[in-house]
């Protein structure tokens, strides 16, 4: 217990020379919609080309308060300080962690990096590659335009160890190459010194579990993109470096992400250029006698005025009707296929009105089914004549 004081008097010496550590110099300039991570804070006063989101060193929420953010910040250089971390590591973390409670604390210069996460960029940085990712939209979709989530792979810094690969414990534990014995099996069944632990058995820093002691992690992104109208297959669109860096280039500035359109298959629609084209079933009543009848669009349904079936017609089209125009672009049209339904007949009362029509129909065959009435002039050649 007499001990105490004394580390509390040391402990309390180690962070007011923290505070004292040198103020890093950052120049931000991140132009993406989430924070691209930098290698380190500062390295020889020298000015930096991106900055990664203070928030996320810290481990704290954007709305935190300034207690928060100190008590965050402590516990951190506590655990980073080179004097109380051997891990080689460890200087460039405190320096991180250092850069970014400076910047939380500063509000000209919190306000600047945020300025500059909204779209500015430094003059000299590099670029990362550019990416193309398939988009596939109904037609209606990309008739109208939408709103899609797009998911992008990701790897960032394991929060676990704060990118370093490794994790050091407040106590011993047991090795894991070697169980915690101190030897492992060598070849022939002999016995040897464990060079994880040199034979001691435990370790007090081990590889971090979160990350496979890499130091990265996979993480899933989001994007919530606006899809403009009147898109066809394989157009583009393109998003300002939002292209995915991979582990590494941080200080690279993000390239662009180009999500190619392609168009999937409809239930009821081809595409033709710009024209949509819709097989209907109608009755063979209906197409018989003509009338009003209801179709399908890209934006509903709509009524036409079916006329009295041909046998040549070929098509109804509907002008303007198909997939939309853009800018000097006249959008499609809409032609309609009618395809004749025969019904099954159960009702004697049905039947009864075909007779009554068949019965019409034959009066005036020569007029009303020239083909029907050739038939019947065959017909009528060979029951009354010898066939020759």
Same mark, same amino acid.
């Given at each position: 217990m007499d001990g105490l004081p004394m580390v509390a008097l040391r402990l309390a010496g180690l962070l007011r020379g923290i505070e004292r550590c040198?103020?890093? =110099?950052?120049?931000?300039?991140?132009? $993406?919609?989430?924070?691209?991570l930098a290698e380190y804070a500062c390295r020889d006063n020298k000015s930096m080309i991106t900055c990664e989101d203070p928030f996320v060193v810290l481990g704290v929420a954007r709305e935190a308060s300034r207690d928060e953010i100190r008590s965050a910040y402590r516990r951190l250089a506590m655990r980073?300080?080179?004097?109380?971390?051997?891990?080689?590591?460890?200087?460039?973390?405190?320096?991180?962690? +250092?850069?970014?409670?400076?910047?939380?604390?500063?509000?000209?210069?919190?306000?600047?990096?945020?300025?500059?996460? #909204?779209g500015g960029m430094t003059d000299g940085a590099a670029a990362g590659d550019d990416l193309v990712q398939s988009l596939t939209l109904t037609l209606e979709q990309a008739a109208a335009g939408c709103q899609r989530t797009v998911e992008l792979p990701h790897?960032?810094? !394991?929060?676990? !160890?704060?990118?370093?690969?490794? =994790?050091?414990?407040?106590?011993?534990?047991? $090795?894991?190459?070697?169980?915690g014995c101190g030897r492992v099996v060598r070849a022939g069944g002999k016995t040897g010194r464990c060079d994880t632990c040199a034979g001691r058995g435990y370790l007090r820093e081990t590889a971090c579990s979160d990350c496979a002691g890499s130091g990265w992690r996979d993480e899933a992104r989001t994007l919530e993109v606006t899809v403009p109208p009147a898109l066809l297959a394989g157009e583009r669109l393109r998003l300002a470096r939002q292209a995915p860096l991979p582990p590494g280039d941080e200080l690279k500035i993000a390239g662009d992400l180009y999500l190619?359109?392609?168009?999937?298959? +409809? #239930?009821?629609? =081809?595409?033709?250029?710009?024209?949509?084209? $819709?097989?209907?079933?109608?009755?063979?009543?209906?197409?018989? !006698?003509?009338?009003?009848? %209801? =179709?399908?669009t890209l934006n509903g349904t709509t009524w036409i005025e079916l006329p009295p079936w041909s046998p040549t017609a070929d098509g109804h089209r509907l002008a303007g009707l198909g997939f939309p125009g853009k800018g000097k672009r006249a959008a499609g049209d809409l032609v309609l296929h009618p395809e004749a339904i025969h019904p099954r007949l159960?009702?004697?009362?049905? $039947? #009864?009105?075909?007779?009554?029509?068949?019965?019409?129909?034959?009066?005036?065959? %020569?007029r009303r089914a020239p083909l029907l009435a050739d038939w019947q002039l065959q017909l009528r050649a060979r029951r009354d004549g010898p066939i020759a």
């Open positions: 040198h103020r890093p =110099v950052i120049s931000l300039a991140v132009p $993406c919609c989430h924070p691209l980073w300080h080179p004097d109380r971390n051997p891990s080689p590591a460890a200087a460039a973390e405190f320096k991180r962690v +250092h850069a970014a409670y400076e910047l939380l604390l500063d509000d000209e210069r919190l306000a600047t990096w945020r300025r500059a996460g #909204q790897r960032v810094r !394991c929060s676990s !160890c704060a990118g370093s690969g490794r =994790v050091r414990h407040n106590h011993s534990v047991p $090795c894991p190459a070697c169980s190619e359109i392609s168009l999937a298959t +409809h #239930q009821l629609f =081809v595409l033709d250029g710009l024209d949509l084209h $819709c097989r209907i079933p109608v009755s063979i009543f209906r197409l018989l !006698c003509g009338g009003r009848i %209801e =179709v399908p159960a009702a004697r009362e049905d $039947c #009864q009105l075909l007779e009554l029509l068949d019965w019409r129909l034959a009066a005036d065959l %020569e």
